[in-house]
Protein backbone atom coordinates (compact mmCIF):
# COMPACT_ATOMS: atom_id res chain seq x y z
CA UNK A 1 0.00 0.00 0.00
CA UNK A 2 1.42 3.48 -1.15
CA UNK A 3 -0.26 6.72 1.71
CA UNK A 4 0.56 9.93 2.15
CA UNK A 5 3.01 11.29 5.02
CA UNK A 6 0.10 12.15 8.04
CA UNK A 7 -2.82 10.01 6.65
CA UNK A 8 -3.94 6.32 7.49
CA UNK A 9 -4.77 3.06 5.70
CA UNK A 10 -6.74 -0.16 6.85
CA UNK A 11 -4.87 -3.29 6.64
CA UNK A 12 -7.22 -6.81 6.61
CA UNK A 13 -5.80 -10.46 6.61
CA UNK A 14 -7.87 -12.85 5.49
CA UNK A 15 -6.96 -16.59 6.82
CA UNK A 16 -8.21 -19.77 4.99
CA UNK A 17 -7.25 -23.22 4.82
CA UNK A 18 -6.47 -25.14 7.91
CA UNK A 19 -8.80 -25.94 10.44
CA UNK A 20 -10.92 -22.60 10.92
CA UNK A 21 -11.81 -20.88 12.61
CA UNK A 22 -8.80 -18.74 12.45
CA UNK A 23 -6.93 -16.18 15.03
CA UNK A 24 -4.67 -13.32 14.11
CA UNK A 25 -1.26 -11.94 15.07
CA UNK A 26 -0.11 -8.69 13.53
CA UNK A 27 4.07 -7.71 14.12
CA UNK A 28 2.87 -4.39 15.79
CA UNK A 29 0.87 -6.32 18.41
CA UNK A 30 -2.49 -6.01 17.43
CA UNK A 31 -4.43 -9.25 17.17
CA UNK A 32 -7.50 -8.16 14.91
CA UNK A 33 -8.04 -9.44 11.74
CA UNK A 34 -8.39 -5.87 10.08
CA UNK A 35 -6.04 -2.30 11.86
CA UNK A 36 -5.96 0.75 10.74
CA UNK A 37 -2.55 1.82 10.48
CA UNK A 38 -0.89 5.54 10.19
CA UNK A 39 2.97 5.13 9.91
CA UNK A 40 5.34 7.90 9.70
CA UNK A 41 7.86 6.26 7.32
CA UNK A 42 7.28 3.10 5.19
CA UNK A 43 7.04 0.27 7.31
CA UNK A 44 6.59 -3.83 6.53
CA UNK A 45 3.08 -5.20 8.77
CA UNK A 46 3.56 -9.48 9.17
CA UNK A 47 0.91 -10.82 10.65
CA UNK A 48 0.54 -14.82 11.40
CA UNK A 49 -2.54 -16.50 11.19
CA UNK A 50 -2.90 -19.52 13.81
CA UNK A 51 -5.92 -22.09 13.02
CA UNK A 52 -8.04 -23.80 15.30
CA UNK A 53 -5.85 -26.67 15.32
CA UNK A 54 -2.78 -24.26 16.08
CA UNK A 55 -1.01 -25.09 12.76
CA UNK A 56 0.18 -20.93 11.48
CA UNK A 57 1.27 -19.28 8.29
CA UNK A 58 2.98 -15.81 7.94
CA UNK A 59 2.48 -13.26 5.77
CA UNK A 60 3.50 -9.55 5.09
CA UNK A 61 2.32 -6.24 3.64
CA UNK A 62 4.38 -3.07 3.19
CA UNK A 63 2.84 -0.03 3.48
CA UNK A 64 5.07 3.26 1.57
CA UNK A 65 4.54 6.43 3.33
CA UNK A 66 5.15 8.96 0.36
CA UNK A 67 6.56 12.66 1.48
CA UNK A 68 4.31 15.23 1.19
CA UNK A 69 4.54 18.10 -1.13
CA UNK A 70 4.82 22.17 -0.27
CA UNK A 71 2.90 25.25 -1.95
CA UNK A 72 4.29 28.75 -1.66
CA UNK A 73 0.81 30.70 -2.76
CA UNK A 74 3.12 33.92 -2.63
CA UNK A 75 3.11 37.02 -0.09
CA UNK A 76 0.11 38.81 0.48
CA UNK A 77 -0.86 41.63 -1.72
CA UNK A 78 -2.61 45.11 -1.15
CA UNK A 79 -4.49 46.47 -4.39
CA UNK A 80 -6.35 49.79 -5.17
CA UNK A 81 -10.37 48.84 -5.90
CA UNK A 82 -10.78 48.30 -9.52
CA UNK A 83 -7.23 47.28 -10.07
CA UNK A 84 -5.63 43.50 -10.48
CA UNK A 85 -2.37 41.18 -9.16
CA UNK A 86 -1.22 38.04 -10.45
CA UNK A 87 -0.88 35.58 -8.26
CA UNK A 88 1.33 32.37 -8.38
CA UNK A 89 1.73 28.62 -6.85
CA UNK A 90 4.88 27.29 -6.63
CA UNK A 91 5.25 23.40 -5.57
CA UNK A 92 7.65 21.74 -4.25
CA UNK A 93 8.72 18.22 -2.16
CA UNK A 94 6.82 15.31 -2.57
CA UNK A 95 6.83 13.64 -5.58
CA UNK A 96 6.81 16.16 -8.83
CA UNK A 97 4.89 16.54 -11.03
CA UNK A 98 2.59 18.98 -9.56
CA UNK A 99 -1.40 19.92 -10.27
CA UNK A 100 -2.87 23.14 -8.32
CA UNK A 101 -6.70 24.09 -7.27
CA UNK A 102 -7.45 27.16 -6.31
CA UNK A 103 -10.04 28.28 -3.90
CA UNK A 104 -11.74 30.20 -6.72
CA UNK A 105 -12.39 27.41 -9.39
CA UNK A 106 -8.61 28.08 -11.14
CA UNK A 107 -6.79 25.50 -11.92
CA UNK A 108 -3.39 26.66 -13.17
CA UNK A 109 -0.79 27.80 -11.10
CA UNK A 110 -0.94 31.25 -11.89
CA UNK A 111 -4.06 33.39 -12.08
CA UNK A 112 -4.64 37.12 -12.54
CA UNK A 113 -7.44 38.70 -9.76
CA UNK A 114 -9.35 41.57 -9.25
CA UNK A 115 -11.73 41.03 -6.26
CA UNK A 116 -13.62 44.36 -5.21
CA UNK A 117 -13.13 43.18 -1.62
CA UNK A 118 -10.56 41.60 0.43
CA UNK A 119 -10.11 38.35 -0.43
CA UNK A 120 -8.40 35.30 0.80
CA UNK A 121 -7.30 32.92 -2.04
CA UNK A 122 -6.89 29.37 -0.96
CA UNK A 123 -4.27 27.08 -3.52
CA UNK A 124 -4.04 22.98 -3.12
CA UNK A 125 -0.79 21.41 -4.84
CA UNK A 126 -1.67 17.76 -5.66
CA UNK A 127 2.11 15.79 -6.56
CA UNK A 128 1.86 12.57 -8.54
CA UNK A 129 0.56 10.20 -5.88
CA UNK A 130 -1.96 12.15 -5.28
CA UNK A 131 -0.38 13.97 -2.04
CA UNK A 132 -1.61 17.33 -1.32
CA UNK A 133 -0.66 20.80 0.74
CA UNK A 134 -2.23 23.80 1.06
CA UNK A 135 -1.56 27.76 1.05
CA UNK A 136 -3.06 31.00 1.16
CA UNK A 137 -2.87 34.35 0.33
CA UNK A 138 -4.47 37.43 1.40
CA UNK A 139 -5.51 39.94 -1.37
CA UNK A 140 -6.45 43.29 0.22
CA UNK A 141 -8.46 45.82 -1.45
CA UNK A 142 -7.89 49.37 -0.50
CA UNK A 143 -10.54 51.73 -1.45
CA UNK A 144 -10.15 54.74 -3.74
CA UNK A 145 -10.06 58.09 -1.93
CA UNK A 146 -13.11 59.87 -3.67
CA UNK A 147 -11.72 64.13 -4.17
CA UNK A 148 -14.11 67.02 -5.08
CA UNK A 149 -12.80 69.96 -6.47
CA UNK A 150 -15.85 72.19 -5.70
CA UNK A 151 -18.72 73.35 -7.72
CA UNK A 152 -17.72 75.40 -11.08
CA UNK A 153 -16.75 79.20 -10.27
CA UNK A 154 -17.62 82.13 -12.00
CA UNK A 155 -15.20 85.29 -11.61
CA UNK A 156 -15.27 89.24 -13.12
CA UNK A 157 -12.06 89.47 -14.85
CA UNK A 158 -9.45 91.07 -13.14
CA UNK A 159 -10.50 88.88 -9.59
CA UNK A 160 -9.39 86.00 -8.36
CA UNK A 161 -10.83 83.07 -6.40
CA UNK A 162 -9.69 80.34 -4.42
CA UNK A 163 -10.01 76.68 -5.41
CA UNK A 164 -10.03 73.98 -2.59
CA UNK A 165 -9.93 70.19 -2.81
CA UNK A 166 -11.08 68.11 -0.25
CA UNK A 167 -10.08 64.41 -0.46
CA UNK A 168 -12.47 61.52 1.62
CA UNK A 169 -12.44 57.93 1.70
CA UNK A 170 -9.50 55.82 0.68
CA UNK A 171 -7.01 56.09 3.25
CA UNK A 172 -5.63 58.76 4.80
CA UNK A 173 -3.50 61.04 4.56
CA UNK A 174 -3.77 63.02 0.96
CA UNK A 175 -1.81 64.51 -1.13
CA UNK A 176 -2.71 67.08 -3.86
CA UNK A 177 -1.37 67.62 -7.58
CA UNK A 178 -3.08 70.06 -9.38
CA UNK A 179 -3.21 70.72 -13.11
CA UNK A 180 -1.16 73.94 -13.01
CA UNK A 181 1.56 72.49 -10.75
CA UNK A 182 0.35 73.69 -7.45
CA UNK A 183 0.46 70.04 -4.97
CA UNK A 184 -1.45 71.96 -1.70
CA UNK A 185 -5.28 71.62 -1.43
CA UNK A 186 -6.24 75.17 -1.73
CA UNK A 187 -4.80 77.72 -4.26
CA UNK A 188 -5.93 81.08 -5.17
CA UNK A 189 -6.16 81.68 -8.98
CA UNK A 190 -7.06 84.96 -11.65
CA UNK A 191 -7.32 83.44 -14.71
CA UNK A 192 -7.60 86.35 -17.40
CA UNK A 193 -9.68 83.56 -19.78
CA UNK A 194 -11.88 80.82 -18.68
CA UNK A 195 -9.82 77.42 -17.33
CA UNK A 196 -10.68 74.16 -16.04
CA UNK A 197 -7.89 73.43 -13.37
CA UNK A 198 -7.94 69.37 -12.90
CA UNK A 199 -6.44 67.97 -9.30
CA UNK A 200 -5.29 64.43 -8.17
CA UNK A 201 -5.63 63.11 -4.53
CA UNK A 202 -3.61 60.49 -4.06
CA UNK A 203 -4.19 58.56 -0.73
CA UNK A 204 -1.52 56.94 1.74
CA UNK A 205 -1.96 53.24 -0.55
CA UNK A 206 -1.24 54.94 -3.20
CA UNK A 207 -4.76 55.23 -4.53
CA UNK A 208 -5.98 58.23 -6.94
CA UNK A 209 -9.09 59.95 -7.79
CA UNK A 210 -9.46 63.10 -10.11
CA UNK A 211 -11.69 65.89 -10.51
CA UNK A 212 -11.51 68.95 -12.30
CA UNK A 213 -13.20 72.59 -11.54
CA UNK A 214 -13.80 75.47 -14.51
CA UNK A 215 -13.29 78.67 -13.15
CA UNK A 216 -15.36 81.22 -16.25
CA UNK A 217 -13.84 84.47 -16.70
CA UNK A 218 -16.68 87.15 -17.39
CA UNK A 219 -16.01 90.66 -18.61
CA UNK A 220 -16.57 94.00 -16.91
CA UNK A 221 -19.41 95.63 -18.06
CA UNK A 222 -20.37 99.40 -18.63
CA UNK A 223 -22.42 101.90 -17.16
CA UNK A 224 -23.33 105.74 -18.02
CA UNK A 225 -25.37 108.10 -15.08
CA UNK A 226 -26.27 110.47 -17.58
CA UNK A 227 -25.52 114.15 -17.88
CA UNK A 228 -25.82 116.22 -15.03
CA UNK A 229 -29.02 118.01 -14.21
CA UNK A 230 -30.61 121.44 -12.65
CA UNK A 231 -34.08 121.42 -10.85
CA UNK A 232 -36.02 123.46 -8.39
CA UNK A 233 -36.21 122.92 -5.38
CA UNK A 234 -38.74 120.40 -4.13
CA UNK A 235 -39.19 119.11 -7.90
CA UNK A 236 -38.02 115.55 -8.68
CA UNK A 237 -35.71 114.79 -11.80
CA UNK A 238 -35.43 111.27 -13.54
CA UNK A 239 -32.31 109.76 -13.76
CA UNK A 240 -31.71 107.06 -16.03
CA UNK A 241 -28.41 104.40 -15.83
CA UNK A 242 -27.99 102.51 -19.12
CA UNK A 243 -25.44 99.64 -19.04
CA UNK A 244 -23.58 98.39 -21.43
CA UNK A 245 -21.13 95.12 -22.64
CA UNK A 246 -20.34 92.63 -19.96
CA UNK A 247 -22.59 89.87 -19.66
CA UNK A 248 -26.60 91.41 -19.85
CA UNK A 249 -29.34 91.55 -18.21
CA UNK A 250 -28.24 94.18 -15.72
CA UNK A 251 -29.76 95.14 -12.45
CA UNK A 252 -28.63 98.92 -10.96
CA UNK A 253 -27.71 100.31 -7.55
CA UNK A 254 -28.09 103.88 -6.59
CA UNK A 255 -26.37 105.44 -3.84
CA UNK A 256 -29.63 106.15 -2.06
CA UNK A 257 -30.70 102.45 -2.33
CA UNK A 258 -32.94 102.53 -5.15
CA UNK A 259 -32.43 99.36 -7.05
CA UNK A 260 -34.29 100.40 -10.74
CA UNK A 261 -32.28 101.85 -14.09
CA UNK A 262 -34.43 104.36 -13.95
CA UNK A 263 -35.50 106.75 -10.90
CA UNK A 264 -37.49 110.02 -9.97
CA UNK A 265 -35.03 112.17 -7.42
CA UNK A 266 -36.34 115.14 -5.62
CA UNK A 267 -33.45 116.15 -3.42
CA UNK A 268 -33.39 118.91 -1.49
CA UNK A 269 -29.84 120.14 -2.21
CA UNK A 270 -27.78 119.71 -5.04
CA UNK A 271 -26.87 115.91 -4.63
CA UNK A 272 -24.09 113.78 -6.53
CA UNK A 273 -25.82 110.01 -7.25
CA UNK A 274 -23.85 106.99 -8.30
CA UNK A 275 -24.91 104.04 -9.78
CA UNK A 276 -23.25 100.92 -9.97
CA UNK A 277 -24.75 98.17 -12.55
CA UNK A 278 -24.28 95.03 -12.14
CA UNK A 279 -24.53 92.41 -15.12
CA UNK A 280 -25.89 88.49 -14.83
CA UNK A 281 -22.37 87.27 -13.92
CA UNK A 282 -22.42 89.48 -10.91
CA UNK A 283 -19.85 91.98 -12.59
CA UNK A 284 -20.09 95.70 -11.75
CA UNK A 285 -19.19 99.37 -13.33
CA UNK A 286 -19.96 102.54 -11.60
CA UNK A 287 -20.56 106.22 -12.92
CA UNK A 288 -22.61 109.49 -11.10
CA UNK A 289 -24.57 112.11 -11.63
CA UNK A 290 -24.97 115.80 -10.08
CA UNK A 291 -28.71 117.00 -9.62
CA UNK A 292 -28.05 121.03 -8.97
CA UNK A 293 -30.92 121.96 -6.21
CA UNK A 294 -32.59 125.84 -6.91
CA UNK A 295 -34.50 127.07 -3.92
CA UNK A 296 -38.24 126.77 -3.64
CA UNK A 297 -41.07 127.63 -2.44
CA UNK A 298 -42.95 125.48 0.45
CA UNK A 299 -46.45 124.38 0.50
CA UNK A 300 -48.14 122.56 3.31
CA UNK A 301 -51.46 120.34 2.47
CA UNK A 302 -52.46 119.48 6.28
CA UNK A 303 -52.06 116.46 8.36
CA UNK A 304 -53.48 112.82 6.98
CA UNK A 305 -57.16 112.64 7.75
CA UNK A 306 -59.20 109.78 8.68
CA UNK A 307 -62.65 109.65 7.86
CA UNK A 308 -65.32 106.63 8.34
CA UNK A 309 -67.07 105.39 4.91
CA UNK A 310 -69.75 108.23 3.91
CA UNK A 311 -68.46 111.09 5.67
CA UNK A 312 -66.79 114.25 4.25
CA UNK A 313 -63.49 116.40 5.80
CA UNK A 314 -62.74 120.19 4.92
CA UNK A 315 -58.77 119.93 3.25
CA UNK A 316 -56.66 123.26 3.32
CA UNK A 317 -53.14 124.05 1.42
CA UNK A 318 -50.51 126.91 2.85
CA UNK A 319 -48.14 128.08 1.04
CA UNK A 320 -44.93 129.65 2.15
CA UNK A 321 -41.36 130.61 1.40
CA UNK A 322 -40.03 130.82 -2.68
CA UNK A 323 -41.43 134.63 -4.32
CA UNK A 324 -45.11 135.16 -2.49
CA UNK A 325 -48.11 135.39 -5.09
CA UNK A 326 -49.13 131.93 -4.68
CA UNK A 327 -51.67 130.02 -6.88
CA UNK A 328 -52.69 126.42 -6.02
CA UNK A 329 -53.89 123.29 -8.16
CA UNK A 330 -55.03 120.19 -6.37
CA UNK A 331 -55.18 116.82 -8.15
CA UNK A 332 -59.06 115.95 -8.49
CA UNK A 333 -59.25 119.72 -10.47
CA UNK A 334 -59.94 122.13 -7.58
CA UNK A 335 -57.89 125.61 -7.99
CA UNK A 336 -58.68 127.15 -4.10
CA UNK A 337 -56.41 126.65 -1.05
CA UNK A 338 -59.70 124.91 0.20
CA UNK A 339 -61.74 122.01 -0.44
CA UNK A 340 -64.53 119.46 1.07
CA UNK A 341 -63.82 116.29 0.00
CA UNK A 342 -66.01 113.04 0.54
CA UNK A 343 -64.15 110.34 -0.86
CA UNK A 344 -65.19 106.70 -1.02
CA UNK A 345 -61.73 105.07 -0.87
CA UNK A 346 -58.94 105.83 0.54
CA UNK A 347 -57.80 108.80 -1.44
CA UNK A 348 -54.18 111.19 -1.96
CA UNK A 349 -54.68 114.73 -2.95
CA UNK A 350 -52.18 116.32 -4.32
CA UNK A 351 -51.75 120.54 -4.44
CA UNK A 352 -49.03 122.61 -6.48
CA UNK A 353 -48.17 125.99 -5.02
CA UNK A 354 -46.79 128.39 -8.01
CA UNK A 355 -45.21 131.35 -6.82
CA UNK A 356 -44.65 134.55 -8.80
CA UNK A 357 -41.15 133.19 -10.13
CA UNK A 358 -42.64 129.89 -12.17
CA UNK A 359 -41.33 127.79 -9.45
CA UNK A 360 -43.77 125.09 -7.58
CA UNK A 361 -43.93 123.00 -4.67
CA UNK A 362 -46.19 119.61 -3.76
CA UNK A 363 -47.53 118.45 -0.81
CA UNK A 364 -50.22 115.79 -0.09
CA UNK A 365 -52.78 114.77 2.50
CA UNK A 366 -53.99 111.65 2.28
CA UNK A 367 -57.83 111.09 3.57
CA UNK A 368 -58.20 107.37 4.82
CA UNK A 369 -61.54 106.42 4.27
CA UNK A 370 -61.56 103.51 6.73
CA UNK A 371 -64.06 100.65 5.90
CA UNK A 372 -67.45 100.05 7.71
CA UNK A 373 -67.02 96.93 9.65
CA UNK A 374 -69.09 93.78 8.89
CA UNK A 375 -71.05 91.23 11.18
CA UNK A 376 -72.40 88.03 11.25
CA UNK A 377 -74.43 87.20 13.79
CA UNK A 378 -74.58 83.37 12.49
CA UNK A 379 -77.37 80.83 10.85
CA UNK A 380 -80.63 81.03 11.57
CA UNK A 381 -81.34 77.97 14.84
CA UNK A 382 -83.41 75.71 15.86
CA UNK A 383 -83.29 74.34 19.35
CA UNK A 384 -85.71 72.14 21.28
CA UNK A 385 -87.55 73.33 23.74
CA UNK A 386 -85.83 74.06 27.54
CA UNK A 387 -82.16 73.51 25.61
CA UNK A 388 -80.09 76.16 25.26
CA UNK A 389 -77.91 77.52 21.81
CA UNK A 390 -74.41 79.46 22.01
CA UNK A 391 -74.99 82.66 19.59
CA UNK A 392 -71.60 83.93 18.66
CA UNK A 393 -71.38 87.18 16.19
CA UNK A 394 -68.19 87.42 14.26
CA UNK A 395 -66.92 90.66 13.32
CA UNK A 396 -64.63 91.39 10.04
CA UNK A 397 -63.49 94.07 7.63
CA UNK A 398 -63.75 97.87 8.89
CA UNK A 399 -61.09 98.24 11.64
CA UNK A 400 -60.47 95.60 14.10
CA UNK A 401 -60.80 95.21 17.39
CA UNK A 402 -64.06 95.00 17.69
CA UNK A 403 -66.92 95.16 20.71
CA UNK A 404 -70.74 93.73 20.49
CA UNK A 405 -73.80 94.97 21.52
CA UNK A 406 -76.92 92.34 21.62
CA UNK A 407 -80.67 93.44 21.38
CA UNK A 408 -80.68 91.29 24.81
CA UNK A 409 -78.32 93.77 26.84
CA UNK A 410 -75.18 91.08 25.92
CA UNK A 411 -71.85 93.00 25.54
CA UNK A 412 -69.93 89.94 24.46
CA UNK A 413 -69.54 88.55 21.24
CA UNK A 414 -70.78 85.01 22.24
CA UNK A 415 -73.88 84.36 24.54
CA UNK A 416 -75.86 81.22 25.55
CA UNK A 417 -79.49 81.94 25.21
CA UNK A 418 -82.33 79.64 26.28
CA UNK A 419 -85.61 81.61 24.84
CA UNK A 420 -89.03 79.64 25.34
CA UNK A 421 -90.70 80.81 22.05
CA UNK A 422 -89.20 81.76 19.30
CA UNK A 423 -86.30 84.74 19.21
CA UNK A 424 -84.68 87.40 16.87
CA UNK A 425 -81.69 88.19 18.43
CA UNK A 426 -79.84 91.80 17.05
CA UNK A 427 -76.03 92.40 17.38
CA UNK A 428 -74.48 95.72 16.66
CA UNK A 429 -71.05 95.23 16.18
CA UNK A 430 -68.24 98.70 16.90
CA UNK A 431 -64.66 98.40 15.25
CA UNK A 432 -61.28 100.43 16.31
CA UNK A 433 -63.15 103.83 14.19
CA UNK A 434 -66.33 103.37 15.35
CA UNK A 435 -68.10 102.31 12.70
CA UNK A 436 -70.92 99.94 12.95
CA UNK A 437 -73.05 97.15 11.35
CA UNK A 438 -75.84 95.17 12.51
CA UNK A 439 -77.05 91.63 11.95
CA UNK A 440 -79.71 89.42 13.61
CA UNK A 441 -80.33 85.57 14.17
CA UNK A 442 -83.18 84.17 14.68
CA UNK A 443 -83.93 80.88 17.44
CA UNK A 444 -86.36 78.93 16.42
CA UNK A 445 -87.89 76.83 19.30
CA UNK A 446 -89.49 73.59 18.59
CA UNK A 447 -91.41 71.85 21.04
CA UNK A 448 -90.11 68.20 22.73
CA UNK A 449 -92.06 65.09 21.45
CA UNK A 450 -93.54 62.49 23.78
CA UNK A 451 -92.64 58.62 24.26
CA UNK A 452 -95.19 56.10 25.92
CA UNK A 453 -93.16 52.95 26.03
CA UNK A 454 -95.99 50.59 26.91
CA UNK A 455 -96.81 49.20 30.79
CA UNK A 456 -94.01 46.84 32.64
CA UNK A 457 -94.88 43.03 31.18
CA UNK A 458 -93.74 40.07 33.58
CA UNK A 459 -92.80 36.75 31.61
CA UNK A 460 -91.82 33.53 32.53
CA UNK A 461 -88.24 32.45 31.67
CA UNK A 462 -86.95 31.48 28.42
CA UNK A 463 -90.38 33.58 26.88
CA UNK A 464 -90.56 36.31 25.03
CA UNK A 465 -92.73 39.81 24.69
CA UNK A 466 -93.36 42.71 22.23
CA UNK A 467 -92.40 45.75 23.48
CA UNK A 468 -93.63 48.87 21.34
CA UNK A 469 -92.58 52.43 21.99
CA UNK A 470 -95.40 55.09 20.78
CA UNK A 471 -94.21 58.81 19.68
CA UNK A 472 -96.36 61.77 20.01
CA UNK A 473 -96.34 65.58 20.06
CA UNK A 474 -93.12 67.71 18.79
CA UNK A 475 -92.57 67.87 15.19
CA UNK A 476 -93.42 63.98 13.22
CA UNK A 477 -91.88 61.98 11.80
CA UNK A 478 -89.99 60.11 14.60
CA UNK A 479 -87.04 57.56 14.83
CA UNK A 480 -86.76 54.93 17.89
CA UNK A 481 -83.19 53.78 19.64
CA UNK A 482 -83.56 51.08 22.56
CA UNK A 483 -80.98 50.61 25.20
CA UNK A 484 -80.24 47.40 23.94
CA UNK A 485 -79.60 48.99 20.34
CA UNK A 486 -82.76 48.39 18.59
CA UNK A 487 -83.89 50.98 16.64
CA UNK A 488 -87.42 50.50 15.37
CA UNK A 489 -90.76 51.41 17.33
CA UNK A 490 -91.34 47.65 18.22
CA UNK A 491 -89.14 44.84 18.99
CA UNK A 492 -89.52 41.58 20.58
CA UNK A 493 -87.23 40.24 23.58
CA UNK A 494 -86.26 37.28 25.71
CA UNK A 495 -84.85 38.47 28.55
CA UNK A 496 -83.44 36.25 31.03
CA UNK A 497 -83.28 38.59 33.48
CA UNK A 498 -85.69 41.40 34.96
CA UNK A 499 -84.71 44.03 32.82
CA UNK A 500 -85.07 47.76 32.24
CA UNK A 501 -85.11 48.88 28.47
CA UNK A 502 -84.94 52.30 27.67
CA UNK A 503 -86.58 54.14 24.11
CA UNK A 504 -85.44 57.32 23.29
CA UNK A 505 -88.19 58.87 20.61
CA UNK A 506 -86.39 61.51 17.97
CA UNK A 507 -88.45 63.96 15.88
CA UNK A 508 -87.66 65.15 12.93
CA UNK A 509 -86.40 68.78 14.66
CA UNK A 510 -83.81 66.59 16.41
CA UNK A 511 -85.57 66.66 19.89
CA UNK A 512 -85.83 63.77 21.86
CA UNK A 513 -87.45 62.44 24.91
CA UNK A 514 -87.13 58.92 26.82
CA UNK A 515 -89.55 56.32 28.44
CA UNK A 516 -88.50 52.73 30.03
CA UNK A 517 -90.00 49.30 30.67
CA UNK A 518 -89.28 46.77 32.95
CA UNK A 519 -89.69 43.30 31.82
CA UNK A 520 -89.65 40.99 35.27
CA UNK A 521 -88.55 37.48 34.37
CA UNK A 522 -90.27 35.12 36.74
CA UNK A 523 -88.42 31.98 37.56
CA UNK A 524 -89.81 28.30 36.29
CA UNK A 525 -90.98 25.79 38.97
CA UNK A 526 -89.57 22.75 39.11
CA UNK A 527 -91.71 19.21 39.60
CA UNK A 528 -90.55 15.74 40.59
CA UNK A 529 -93.37 13.22 39.17
CA UNK A 530 -91.31 10.49 41.50
CA UNK A 531 -89.31 7.55 40.82
CA UNK A 532 -90.55 5.17 38.13
CA UNK A 533 -93.01 1.92 39.94
CA UNK A 534 -93.38 -1.80 38.62
CA UNK A 535 -96.74 -3.35 40.10
CA UNK A 536 -97.85 -6.84 39.18
CA UNK A 537 -101.22 -7.03 36.81
CA UNK A 538 -104.35 -6.04 38.89
CA UNK A 539 -102.16 -3.98 41.47
CA UNK A 540 -102.28 0.10 41.72
CA UNK A 541 -100.10 2.49 42.94
CA UNK A 542 -100.15 5.64 44.08
CA UNK A 543 -98.14 8.38 42.09
CA UNK A 544 -97.48 11.77 43.78
CA UNK A 545 -96.02 14.83 42.26
CA UNK A 546 -93.93 17.45 44.36
CA UNK A 547 -93.69 21.17 43.24
CA UNK A 548 -90.74 23.64 44.06
CA UNK A 549 -89.21 26.82 42.85
CA UNK A 550 -90.39 29.38 40.59
CA UNK A 551 -93.56 31.03 42.66
CA UNK A 552 -95.77 28.74 45.08
CA UNK A 553 -99.21 28.36 45.09
CA UNK A 554 -99.14 25.17 42.77
CA UNK A 555 -101.76 23.19 40.32
CA UNK A 556 -100.81 20.04 38.64
CA UNK A 557 -102.19 18.33 35.75
CA UNK A 558 -101.75 14.55 34.63
CA UNK A 559 -101.84 13.22 31.49
CA UNK A 560 -104.29 11.24 32.47
CA UNK A 561 -107.05 14.01 33.23
CA UNK A 562 -106.17 13.83 36.89
CA UNK A 563 -105.38 17.78 38.72
CA UNK A 564 -104.53 16.73 42.59
CA UNK A 565 -100.74 16.42 43.15
CA UNK A 566 -101.62 12.64 44.18
CA UNK A 567 -103.46 10.11 42.61
CA UNK A 568 -103.84 6.34 42.44
CA UNK A 569 -103.81 4.50 39.18
CA UNK A 570 -104.00 0.93 38.50
CA UNK A 571 -102.70 0.37 34.68
CA UNK A 572 -103.31 -2.64 32.55
CA UNK A 573 -100.06 -2.68 30.44
CA UNK A 574 -97.12 -0.38 31.29
CA UNK A 575 -97.85 3.08 31.31
CA UNK A 576 -95.84 7.22 31.53
CA UNK A 577 -98.53 9.32 33.49
CA UNK A 578 -97.27 12.93 32.76
CA UNK A 579 -97.23 15.82 35.01
CA UNK A 580 -97.30 19.38 34.31
CA UNK A 581 -96.78 21.94 37.65
CA UNK A 582 -98.03 25.62 37.11
CA UNK A 583 -96.85 27.87 39.57
CA UNK A 584 -98.92 31.41 41.06
CA UNK A 585 -97.04 33.60 37.87
CA UNK A 586 -98.54 30.93 35.30
CA UNK A 587 -94.71 29.33 35.03
CA UNK A 588 -94.80 25.92 33.65
CA UNK A 589 -92.58 22.43 34.48
CA UNK A 590 -93.17 19.26 33.08
CA UNK A 591 -92.02 15.56 34.44
CA UNK A 592 -92.88 11.94 33.84
CA UNK A 593 -93.03 8.60 35.82
CA UNK A 594 -93.63 4.72 34.28
CA UNK A 595 -95.78 2.78 35.90
CA UNK A 596 -94.23 -1.09 34.17
CA UNK A 597 -96.96 -3.83 34.76
CA UNK A 598 -95.62 -7.13 35.06
CA UNK A 599 -97.78 -10.16 34.57
CA UNK A 600 -99.04 -12.53 36.71
Known amino acids: VEICYGFSTTLTAVGSGGTPTYTYAWSNGVNTASQTVSPTATTTYTVTVTDSKGCTKTDAVVVTVNPLPNVDAGADVAICNGFSTTLTAVGSGGTPTYTYAWSNGVNTASQTVSPTATTTYTVTVTDSKGCTKTDAVVVTVNPLPNVDAGADVEICYGFSTTLTAVGSGGTPTYTYAWSNGVNTASQTVSPTATTTYTVTVTDSKGCTKTDAVTVTVNPLPNVNAGPDVEICYGFSTTLTAVGSGGTPTYTYAWSNGVNTASQTVSPTATTTY ?37 FSTTLTAVGSGGAPGYTYTWSNGVNTASQTVSPTATTTYTVTVTDSKGCTKTDAVTVTVNPLPSVDAGADVEICNGFSTTLTAVGSGGTPGYTYAWSNGINTASQTVSPTATTTYTVTVTDSKGCTKTDAVTVTVNPLPNVNAGPDVEICYGFSTTLTAVGSGGTPTYTYAWSNGVNTASQTVSPTATTTYTVTVTDSKGCTKTDAVVVTVNPLPSVDAGADVEICYGFSTTLTAVGSGGTPGYTYAWSNGVNTASQTVSPTATTTYTVTVTDSKGCTKTDAVTVTVNPL
Open 274 to 310: TVTVTDSKGCTKTDAVVVTVNPLPSVDAGADVEICYG
